[in-house]
């Protein structure tokens, strides 16, 4: 925990703030830093032979942007989409530089201001349940929110076939 030190010397822990976000039953956080926009749902573009949580791309003001399907990725049930349902649009890092991708969610909550203090590691789950892709885990407001690292989410062979999907649909 970084921890500083205000004009009195008094400690006081770091704040972060992350954006939080429902599929199913589970909140969800990713750093406020990393989003660029939250839109509503959009008409997305199939992407022929890739996995079914790439659900396509969209065209956001002339740029060809990738979207996931959080609920899909993770191996949750399929939801058809509704009036809540939005695309977060988020930069990650990949190793050929940085590059937008949509994530589809349920919902968006709010932004949270969480303590470092309050936010753990992951847990073990054992060498069956892939959790590189998670921050860590934060008590807020009574609930726990899975913190996500958005630039795990998709391992490198992934991040390649969304590259490519997006890169051979020019609208």
Do not use: W
């Not at 899975?146 to 649909?169: F, P, R």
Request: aromatic share 6%; with cysteine; glycine share 8%.
């Amino acid at each position: 925990m970084k921890v500083s030190q205000d004009a009195k010397g008094q400690s006081e822990a770091k704040i972060e703030k992350f954006l939080t976000f429902t599929l199913g039953d589970e909140e969800y956080g990713v750093e406020i830093l990393k989003v660029r926009e939250i839109i509503g749902l959009m008409d997305i573009t199939p992407v022929p032979h890739t996995p079914e949580f790439i659900k396509g791309v969209i065209n956001l003001r002339g740029k060809v942007i990738p979207v996931v399907d959080l609920r899909l990725k993770f191996g949750l049930a399929p939801k058809e989409y509704d009036e809540k349902t939005c695309i977060i649009v988020v930069e990650i890092n990949t190793s050929s530089g940085p590059m937008l991708m949509g994530i589809v969610v349920d919902s968006v909550s709010e932004v949270l201001n969480i303590p470092t203090s309050d936010i753990e590691s992951t847990p073990q789950f054992g060498t069956q349940v892939d959790t590189r892709f998670i921050l860590g885990m934060a008590k807020a407001k009574d609930r726990v929110k899975i913190l996500l690292d958005i630039d795990k989410v998709l391992t490198q062979e992934e991040i390649g076939v969304v590259n490519q999907a997006a890169e051979q649909n020019v609208f």
